[in-house]
């Protein structure tokens, strides 16, 4: 049983990566819509809009008990995806919430600002200032959701298993990588031997 959390920037490949990830490993890709979705019909609807609205366009503004119970939602349902396996879980805090499971590998996916603002320029077919404000906008609305909802710096390296700088990395480069290191913890996990159980 496969399960990845994959965290990434805006304009670093991520999406792109996680998409090849779960497609050659047959995983089923979770991410932050379907998280939203479930969290909206258990009653936590103007929070998550206010979560998906990283550029604060919408102006909403949930009260703190309807975020913290968008929170727990949120945990309740990254843990139940966990629970059925064979997962990859992009974004949303998973590689915090699952942080006590030796058996879920951790990815963060980064690059340097400029290529990110390249990559997003190209992609959505905006000017260059456009596209800065808007990584700009990314980065401080996920740093800002890790704080509140866990107290983390997203960008932790302690919280990953595997960093990967997509500065000098094509996407199948990094798929790869990620498919060999959920290999390799796979094995390891069949391997381990609590301390004071050896036969």
Same mark, same amino acid.
């Given at each position: 049983?496969?399960?990845?959390?994959? $965290? /990434?920037? +805006? =304009? $670093? =490949? *991520? &999406? &792109? #990566?996680a998409a090849l990830v779960a497609e050659r490993l047959g +995983? /089923?890709? #979770? *991410? /932050?819509?379907i998280i939203n979705r479930a969290a909206q019909a258990a009653g936590a609807g103007e929070a998550a809009l206010a979560e @998906? &609205?990283? +550029? *604060?366009l919408l102006r909403v503004k949930p009260s703190p008990a309807t975020m913290k119970l968008y929170r727990e939602k949120v945990h309740a349902i990254i843990e139940e995806q966990a629970r059925e396996g064979n997962v990859l879980l992009v974004g949303r805090g998973g590689q915090v919430v699952l942080a006590q499971r030796r058996d879920v590998l951790h990815v963060r996916i980064f690059a340097p600002r400029d290529l990110r603002c390249a990559n997003v320029q190209a992609?959505? =077919?905006i000017p260059s200032e456009a596209s800065a404000a808007r990584v700009d906008a990314s980065d401080r !609305? /996920? %740093? +800002?959701f890790h704080r509140r909802a866990y107290g983390v710096r997203w960008d932790d390296p302690a919280l990953y298993d595997v960093v990967l700088n997509m500065a000098n990395l094509s #996407?199948? %480069? !990094? !798929? %790869? @990588?990620?498919i060999a !290191? %959920? =290999?390799a913890q796979a094995e390891m996990n069949r391997s381990f031997t609590p301390e004071g159980c050896e036969e």
């Open positions: 049983m496969t399960i990845i959390t994959l $965290s /990434r920037e +805006l =304009g $670093s =490949g *991520g &999406d &792109d #990566v +995983l /089923r890709r #979770v *991410g /932050r819509e @998906i &609205d990283e +550029l *604060g992609r959505c =077919g !609305a /996920r %740093a +800002l #996407v199948p %480069a !990094a !798929a %790869a @990588i990620i !290191a %959920a =290999g």
